[in-house]
């Protein structure tokens, strides 16, 4: 069975730092992507990672945020500097082969 676990969300104040984890099964991860979708908004693509390393950052979020993964675990990360409040959102992980998408985990970025 597909599954991907996001965890890691939280309410943190402006400039903050988050981790966020994406822990895949029943599958092995490839390209996979976080996305986010904020209240009234749509959904949008933050980072995206192959077998090789990041490839995509939104231009949102270069500089601050930075995507990774461990095959050993399974699992793909994004570290979340210098957080702004308009980063405010649930953020999703998808993987691109299995066209499967996790639950969400809620940033909130507020002092």
């Known amino acids: 069975q597909v599954q991907l676990v996001e965890s890691g969300g939280g309410l943190v104040q402006p400039g903050g730092s988050l981790k966020l984890s994406c822990l895949a099964s029943?599958?092995?991860?490839?390209?996979m992507e976080w996305h986010r979708q904020a209240p009234g908004q749509q959904r949008e693509v933050v980072a995206q990672i192959t077998k090789i390393g990041p490839t995509y950052y939104a231009a949102s979020v270069k500089g601050r945020f930075t995507i990774s993964r461990d095959n050993a675990k399974n699992t793909v990360y994004l570290q979340m500097n210098a957080l702004k409040s308009e980063d405010t959102a649930t953020y999703y992980c998808?993987?691109?082969?299995?066209?499967?998408w996790g639950l969400g985990t809620q940033v909130t970025v507020s002092a």
């Open positions: 029943g599958f092995r991860i490839n390209v």
């Open positions: 998808f993987s691109i082969e299995q066209g499967h």
